[in-house]
């Protein structure tokens, strides 16, 4: 009896000791399921790989033309125009027959007589314009004290009938006025001095068009309020000591932005004096194609521009062309990997809703998920049979060995 009841204690170690106890019963004896897993841990192994150019590949390119359209159905060709211009850099807007009439059609209009008449008008009468003719007639006005007698003897016209005067215009105009002062006095300086007062007269130009730019966006309504305040609050600094001094640094990044074209959309989106500095270094960076870049990324592209040096100009604008998900993936990859992706992307003829739904499904399953499978895969190939089967020999060999 002790030596049966040892013998069972035994066969109950044996079957602890191995709890799979039926080859048939193990999910990984099954053939096609191994194969499954297998083929399973083979896909996410090649997905985490290649997963940089599958993002690339699940990206989606801007078509321009229907915002275009839309801007030229509200008569704002400039807008439309800088717009379409930026994407025609690139091949897959260039070979588009759309695009290309849509532009042809913009240019048509802005190139004519009557439209450029009336944009000189703009900027002589009004000081305003979205064209270059009409900005440069503004500029000159103001630059040549015009525009800020114009605008004074407006503002008091307004005031001796009653009516609301634009506070900021007449700080404006308050400090145009010296600035032109300023120019006058240093233009004989720097001739007397043999140019030993050009920096002087560098500030007060730099002044003078700064002036002409924010007179325009209060005109258009772009000048944000935190810029209007601050412009009251330092002209009466301005008028009583006859210096620019207490604008000097702010009418520096302004006059880096009245040199970007559409520098007014661009001043509209600054909240304080550090976000106006943010958004001249990007648009020194980036040119005239600052505005339209904007629109397409916003916060994410001046995220990006921060790193303009490292990731490149290029590479930023290319990324672009993707929207929002371009440059963040840009800035997760990289600006060689990129490139090369982009331009293996670009290859495709034809890529079609069902490859682009597999892409971006493919590029978007989590890392966590991919690594599980490529262990899956890995374990079912795992020789558990036969380990089963030594198993089960130990365990004859302990039960025939014991007394």
Known sequence: MPVN????????????????????????SNLPIRILLLILGCVAAGVLWQQAQLSVLALSRIDPVPEARAMVAEERYADAGDYLAFFLDYDYVRENPAAQA????????????AYQASKLGEGLLAGTSDETI??????????????????????????ARGEEVDEVIAALAAIGAVATAAQVATAAATVGTAGAAAPTAAASTAAKGSVSLLKAAQKLGKLPPWLGKTLIKHAKT????????????????????????????????????????RMAKTAESFGDSTATL?????????????????????SIKL??????????????IGPTSFIKYSARASKIAY???????????????PAWLLYLLVGL???????WHQGAVLMKRRGRRQLESAP
Not at 358 to 364: D, E, I, P, T
Not at 377 to 383: F, K, M, R, V
């Open 5 to 28: 009841g040892q013998h069972a204690r035994s066969k109950r170690s044996v079957s602890i000791a191995h709890p799979l106890r039926s080859d048939k019963k193990m999910v990984f």
């Open 319 to 332: 990324a672009s062309t993707y929207g929002g998900a371009g440059l963040r993936l840009l800035d997760r």
């Open 238 to 277: 301005v008028k009583q000591t006859k210096s620019l001094d207490a604008v000097s640094d702010l009418f520096g990044d302004v006059y880096r932005l009245a040199g970007t074209r559409n520098g007014l959309s661009l001043l509209s989106t600054t909240t304080d004096a550090a976000s106006l500095q």
């Open 134 to 159: 009409g900005k440069t007639a503004g500029l000159i006005t103001d630059f040549f004290v015009i525009g800020d007698l114009r605008d004074l003897a407006r503002q008091g016209s307004q005031w």
């Open 102 to 113: 849509l532009h042809a059609e913009i240019e048509e209009v802005r190139n004519s007589v």
């Open 351 to 365: 890529k079609g809703d069902v490859f682009d739904l597999v892409a971006r499904f493919l590029a978007f399953l």
């Open 377 to 383: 895969g890995a374990l079912a190939w795992i020789p």
């Open 294 to 314: 904007y629109r397409i990324g916003g916060k994410t592209f001046l995220k990006t521009a921060d790193r303009a040096g490292e990731l490149g100009a290029e």
